[in-house]
């Protein structure tokens, strides 16, 4: 046998690309691949067959190697009657037991229709003149096919009727070959009907779906096979396998058996018998997993040929089903470790993932956050730094547009106009402009009180400000008369005189900055 813990850096080029090539078709563990692929001198194809198949109960190649070593092994019929009477030694059992198991193979029914018999080399040569008339007679109607598309048409009218007749689509011995699941469900139906309702619980599928799930669960799959041509057909169904004691054997699910049965008339069970080697009806194969051969071999554990008794034919079951219940039962405990570790695996990772999007998700919300938290900052130092220049922009303004507002007229003066005013903090102030004076003049001597104040107490500016480039100015207040309530705004223009009069009471009221101040005036100076 192969070691199981070769290294596979020591492999070589074509086995480690074998090995890749094995185990990415059949998803098997690296150390379950390398002794198969080792005892297939790493064919892949052959080892590829052997893992779905099995493997044969004594491998050639091993058996090849350890011919001049081993002596030449007993009778194959002695040593199968001394493993079912148990009278050889443990040693001698075990060996015997791995010589005697018979490899069950897997069965894919193949249509008749592609069966293709190879004929003798007599028969070849002498209708190779034939068969080359034939091959450009077919070129030769298939070109006028091609060239009149009618005429295969109308020949295909013509002989419709007789490729669809009965006699052309059923078998010699009249039953139509069907799907593998169709064939089950015929096979339950005439069982059926001719036997009566049934507690049998077979599968409704074909030989292969069955053979596969048996090697996946590691359940016991038994074959019946029964030929209406034989007399004891009959009475084995009613006497052995409608036994309630057969019944509750197969029914059991501590015993885990997968019933399939077929009719050899039909061609999946033909196949099927015709592989199991099985040359006497009724038959019935227990087919079981042998993980002591090989990790995916299947093999009959015991065969049941002919009419027996319900009680003989029970305990031929429960014999092979014993011899093998341990090392399935190893088998299971090896496969639920594989998939405890498995899902543990698949559970960590599926936290890691998760644990590794959390991450990822607080890393991009705090790259969020501190995106949103420098781009609020910028915004505010923005404006901070807008009303800074705004600021500053007024204030130039304020004093580039004081110099520029004429002085009050003197008392000389008869064509001007009194206002009274009172400031948003309250001040009364009262000034007389004259009567051409635009209504604009008015509000920027309001706009630029402070700093007239501020002239008239220093004196003269000593230099000439100039007008901010690129600041537009808006009076955020506006002129309103107490009584009756009328707003002069400077939107409309005008002179003092002709909006005011000769004298009037003005409020300033904010509109732009703080809130709004309304009051009335008490009376006229």
Partial sequence: MADAGVDIAQ????????????TAVTDQEVKDAIPLLQRCQWNVQIAIARFFDGEPAEDPIAAAAT??????????????TLLNNFTSSPRS?????????????????????????????????????????YSLLSK???????????????????????????????????????????????????????YGANELPFFEGGYAGAFDLAKKDLKFLLVILISPEHDETTSFIRETLLNREVVDLIRNPENSILLWAGNVQDSEAYQVASSLNCTKFPFAGLIVHT??????????????????PPGQFVAKLKQGMQAHREPLSRARAQRAEQQATRNIRQAQDSAYERSLAQDRERSRRKKEEAERKAREEKEAQDREDAKERYAQNLVQWRKWRASSIPREPGAEDKDVVRISLRMPDGERVVRRFAADAHIEELYAFVECYDVLKEKEGAGALDEKVQEPRGFE????????????REAYEVEKGGTVKARIGRSGNLIVERTVGGEEEEGEEDGDD
């Fill in 291 to 308: 993980p002591q051969v090989s990790s995916t071999a299947m093999g009959i554990a015991t065969r049941i040929t002919g009419p027996t």
């Fill in 140 to 194: 030769y109607f298939r070109f006028v096919g091609y060239l009149f598309p009618f005429l295969p048409r109308a020949w295909g009218r013509l002989t419709a009727s007789n490729i669809n007749s009965p006699a052309a689509v059923r078998r010699s011995n009249g039953r139509r070959q069907l799907s593998p699941r169709d064939t089950a469900a015929r096979f339950i139906r005439e069982f059926e009907e001719e």
């Fill in 93 to 133: 059992s075990t060996s015997s037991r791995r010589v005697r198991i018979e490899p069950a193979p897997r069965v894919v029914p193949q249509p008749e229709s592609q069966v293709a018999a190879q004929a003798p080399l007599f028969f070849t040569l002498f209708f190779a003149p034939f068969n080359l008339v």
């Fill in 473 to 484: 100015h808006t009076y955020g207040f506006q002129l309103v008369s107490p009584m009756p």
């Fill in 11 to 22: 492999l070589t080029e074509d086995q480690q690309l074998a090995l890749q090539q094995f």
């Fill in 67 to 80: 011919q001049q070593d081993v002596p030449a092994p007993a009778d194959t019929r002695r040593q199968e």
